[in-house]
């Protein structure tokens, strides 16, 4: 079998298997540990199946308690198993609702407990965001953004969505900026075929949030934004700002 065939049978059959161990957890209280042990069990079976290496670097940054968010670039699907396998928190990804038309990907981040939002319906958005935020101090989560809301096209950073902010500022959590790299080249948007590598997670220090107001989601935005073109090789930007 070529690699491409190991990969999209072991997604299919690790998204069977530990979505159905995360149902399972979810319905009998099973608890964190064991969403996280779901979690990072299909992560890392994806990831050895296409023959990617992850390497974090900026542990130090992790707040102690696990309550923080993450906001990262995008480059491609595998940004999201990279930060799940590389990451020693229970992290769960806000991402769009688009996902969800991606049987796999959609069973397996609905059943572990991601969080998916309709970026079309303001109001409905808002009041997921501020149910995930309240089970993020509940369960001691990290919650994971993508301020560019899609994945980039050329692995350059795309424009960023202030309201990709709103958690951060209502929940005051730490704020970490992180910068992922490699996944475009392993499997870019609109790929098949998937090639074995590496990627590479810098996480900055947390922006703190103390007493920040909602007018400030403009400066919150453009010092994310700055701290995750420093971490990315070349800052390589595509010369957006806000959404």
Same mark, same amino acid.
């Given at each position: ?139 001691? #989560? ?6 560019? @809301?899609? %994945? ?6 795309? *424009?960023? +969505? $202030? =309201? &990709? ?9 730490? #704020? ?6 490699? @996944?475009? %080249? ?6 098949? *075929?998937? +090639? $074995? =590598? &590496? ?9 703190? #949030? ?34």
């Amino acid at each position: 079998m070529t690699r491409t065939a190991i990969f999209y049978v072991t997604l299919v059959l690790s998204t069977i298997f530990f979505g159905a161990l995360a149902a399972t957890v979810s319905l009998v209280g099973g608890g964190r540990v064991w969403m996280d042990r779901a979690n990072r069990g299909w992560a890392r079976s994806v990831l050895s199946a296409a023959g990617v290496r992850v390497t974090v670097h900026g542990l130090e940054h992790l707040h102690p308690s696990g309550v923080q968010v993450i906001a990262a670039n995008h480059q491609s699907y595998f940004d999201i198993w990279a930060l799940i396998a590389g990451l020693p928190a229970s992290v769960r990804f806000i991402a769009k609702r688009e996902l969800g038309n991606i049987p796999m990907l959609s069973v397996g981040m609905r059943s572990a407990g991601h969080v998916l939002i309709d970026r079309d319906q303001p109001r409905s958005a808002r009041k997921t965001l501020r149910e995930a935020g309240g089970r993020m101090r509940a369960e001691q #989560l990290t919650l994971v953004l993508f301020p560019e @809301g899609t %994945r980039s096209r050329d692995g350059r950073l795309g *424009r960023f +969505r $202030r =309201g &990709a902010f709103a958690l951060a500022l209502e929940t005051e959590a730490p #704020l970490v900026p992180a910068a992922v790299d490699g @996944g475009q %080249r392993i499997y870019p948007p609109g790929a098949k *075929r998937v +090639r $074995r =590598g &590496a990627i590479t997670v810098r996480l900055g220090p947390a922006i703190r #949030l103390d007493g920040a107001e909602p007018a400030d989601r403009r400066t919150l935005m453009r010092k994310t934004r700055a701290a995750i073109e420093a971490m990315l090789p070349g800052g390589r930007s595509g010369g957006g700002g806000s959404g």
